[in-house]
C-alpha cells in the first residue's frame, strides 16, 4: 500500500511538473515516490530483466540502440531514453512502464557511473555494459580510479553478466576478478588515453600500441584478449547502419550489438532497428534553419567527449563553429579541464563563444592561436555565423540542455546522413 500510494503522489508530481512548465517530470516524479517509500526502487525492479549500461561517455546513446534492438524481438521494453541517469530518473521508468499480463517485462537502463555501486543491488541487472571512464566533473565526482575501485568492490560475489570495453584500463581493473563465463571483453578504439597513463595495479606508466592496447611492463597488467570480436566486414554493416556521426557512436554501436546478440537479437534485426535511431536525445540532431542553413547540435562535456567531437568537426573545415560553454554545478565547476583538449589541432576558422564562461573557452582558444568571436546569447552566436551554410554547435551540458529544447522551436529537425 506505502508503494501504491507513493506511486500516486509521484504521478501527480509528474502531471504538476509538466502542467506548470517546470520540467519534463521524471525527476520530480521518482524523488517523491523515493522519499514516500525507500524500497520502491527494489519493488519495481522486480520481475524486470533489466540491462544497465553505464560509462562516462556514451552511455545514452548505447542505451538508445540496445533498447532499440531489444524491441524488435520484445514487447514494450523500459528504458530511460532521455538520459535521467540518477536514481530519481531510474525509478521513475521502471514505474512509469506499461504492463502486459503474461509477457515477460525487459529494461535497458543508463546508470550514472558514480551512482551504479548504489543501485545494483535493488536492481539486481542480468547483464552490464561498461564503457569507458574518464575525467568528468572532478569536483563531484572525484578522481576516475576512484569509480572503478567502486565497481570493483560492486562485482564482488555477483552473478551479473558483463560485456566491457577491453581497451579501457580501469574498466579490466574493475572487472578482473570476475570467473571468465561472467565476462565478455570488447576491443573498442579509442584515440583517449590521458585518463588511463599508469597501471591500477602497480602504478606505474602503461605502455599503448597504435591500437589502443596497453601493458603494464612492471606487473604484466595488459589489454585482455577479446571474447567478443567483431570482423571488418561486421564493423562497417554497423557503421552503414548508424545515422549517427562520429567514431565514437561507431564504438558505442558495437556495445550495443554484442549486448543485442546476447540477449538473442539477430544481427539483421539490430541493424535494421538503428536506421530509425536518427538523434539521441537531442544528440547530434540536425535543424535546418529559415534562410537554408543547417545546424547540428553536439554535447561535450569532458575532455575525451571534446576530443571526439573536434576530430569529427576537422572533416568539413569549412563550417562555422559555435560553442556554448557553461560551468555550474552538473557542468562541473571547474573549467581547468580545457586545457587537455587539442584545440590546437582542431580545424577551426570560424568559431563564436556564448555561455557563462564564455571568457574561459576564449582564453584557452586564443592559446590554441584561434581566431574567435564572442556573443552574448545563442541568437547573436547565429548573426555573427550568417555566411555559414552549416554550423556544429557544441554546447556542455547545461547549455545543452536549455539548446536543445529552443533548437526545435528555431527550426525543422532534419535527417542525419550517415
Same mark, same amino acid.
Given at each position: 500500500?506505502?508503494?501504491?500510494? *507513493?506511486?500516486?503522489?509521484g ?10 512548465g ?5 525527476? =520530480?516524479?521518482?524523488r517523491?515516490?523515493d ?8 519493488? *519495481? ?13 556514451g552511455k ?8 532499440? *534492438? ?25 514505474v ?34 561498461l564503457?569507458?571512464l ?6 563531484r565526482?572525484?578522481e576516475?580510479?576512484?569509480i ?5 568492490k ?5 552473478s ?9 584500463p580501469?574498466?579490466?581493473y ?8 561472467q565476462?565478455s ?16 595495479m ?15 611492463p612492471?606487473?604484466g597488467?595488459?589489454t ?10 561486421t564493423?562497417?554493416?554497423i ?14 554501436? =558495437?556495445l ?17 532497428? +538503428?536506421?530509425e535511431v536518427?538523434?539521441?536525445a537531442?544528440?547530434?540532431?540536425i ?14 562535456k569532458?575532455p575525451?567527449g ?7 568537426l576537422t572533416?568539413?573545415?569549412g ?17 581547468? +579541464?580545457?586545457?587537455?583538449v587539442?584545440?590546437?589541432?582542431a580545424?577551426?576558422?570560424n568559431?563564436?563563444i ?6 574561459d ?10 581566431t ?5 546569447n545563442?541568437?547573436e *552566436? ?5 555566411s ?31
Amino acid at each position: 500500500m506505502r508503494y501504491l500510494f *507513493a506511486c500516486i503522489a509521484g504521478h501527480l508530481a509528474f502531471f504538476l511538473s509538466r502542467l506548470f512548465g517546470r520540467g519534463s517530470g521524471e525527476q =520530480i516524479q521518482g524523488r517523491v515516490i523515493d522519499l514516500l517509500c525507500p524500497q520502491a526502487l527494489r519493488i *519495481a525492479a522486480k520481475d524486470v530483466r533489466i540491462i544497465i549500461v553505464s560509462a562516462t561517455n556514451g552511455k545514452t546513446t548505447t542505451t538508445r540502440l540496445l533498447a532499440s *534492438a531489444l524491441g524488435q524481438v520484445h514487447a514494450n521494453v523500459i528504458s530511460n531514453a532521455l538520459g535521467a541517469n540518477q536514481r530519481a530518473g531510474v525509478l521513475a521508468a521502471l514505474v512509469s512502464a506499461k504492463k502486459t499480463p503474461g509477457v515477460a517485462r525487459w529494461a535497458v537502463l543508463e546508470v550514472d557511473e558514480r551512482s551504479l555501486p548504489g543501485m545494483f543491488d535493488e536492481l539486481h541487472p542480468e547483464l552490464l555494459v561498461l564503457g569507458n571512464l574518464s575525467r568528468d566533473q572532478l569536483d563531484r565526482f572525484g578522481e576516475v580510479s576512484s569509480i572503478s575501485q567502486s565497481w570493483k568492490k560492486m562485482l564482488e560475489s555477483t552473478s551479473v553478466h558483463v560485456i566491457a570495453n577491453g581497451c579501457d584500463p580501469h574498466i579490466v581493473y574493475a572487472t578482473s576478478d570476475l570467473p571468465s563465463e561472467q565476462l565478455s571483453y570488447v576491443d573498442l578504439f579509442s584515440r583517449w588515453h590521458d585518463d588511463a597513463h599508469t597501471c591500477p595495479m602497480c602504478g606505474e606508466l602503461l605502455h599503448w600500441d597504435a591500437h589502443s592496447h596497453f601493458t603494464s611492463p612492471t606487473c604484466g597488467f595488459t589489454t585482455p584478449t577479446s571474447t567478443m570480436t567483431i570482423d571488418d566486414e561486421t564493423r562497417e554493416l554497423i557503421t552503414d547502419s548508424l545515422f549517427l556521426p562520429g567514431a565514437w557512436n561507431v564504438n558505442n554501436a =558495437i556495445l550495443a550489438y554484442q549486448a543485442a546478440l546476447l540477449c538473442d537479437v539477430e544481427s539483421e534485426a539490430t541493424l535494421t532497428s +538503428w536506421k530509425e535511431v536518427r538523434e539521441v536525445a537531442g544528440r547530434n540532431a540536425i535543424f535546418h534553419l529559415d534562410n537554408e542553413r543547417s545546424i547540428q547540435l553536439f554535447l561535450a562535456k569532458n575532455p575525451a567527449g571534446w576530443n571526439e567531437t573536434l576530430s569529427h568537426l576537422t572533416l568539413s573545415p569549412g563550417d562555422a563553429t559555435i560553442f556554448a560553454f557553461n560551468c555550474n554545478i552538473a557542468d562541473g565547476k571547474d573549467p581547468s +579541464w580545457l586545457y587537455d583538449v587539442d584545440f590546437e589541432n582542431a580545424m577551426l576558422d570560424n568559431v563564436v563563444i556564448f555561455g557563462e564562461r564564455k571568457t574561459d573557452m576564449q582564453v584557452r582558444l586564443a592559446v590554441a592561436g584561434k581566431t574567435i568571436q564572442l556573443a552574448d546569447n545563442f541568437r547573436e *552566436a547565429l548573426g555573427l555565423t550568417s555566411s555559414a551554410k552549416h554550423i556544429n554547435l557544441v554546447a556542455s551540458y547545461t547549455q545543452f540542455l536549455t539548446l536543445s529544447r529552443v533548437l526545435p522551436k528555431m527550426a525543422t529537425p532534419q535527417k542525419v546522413s550517415p
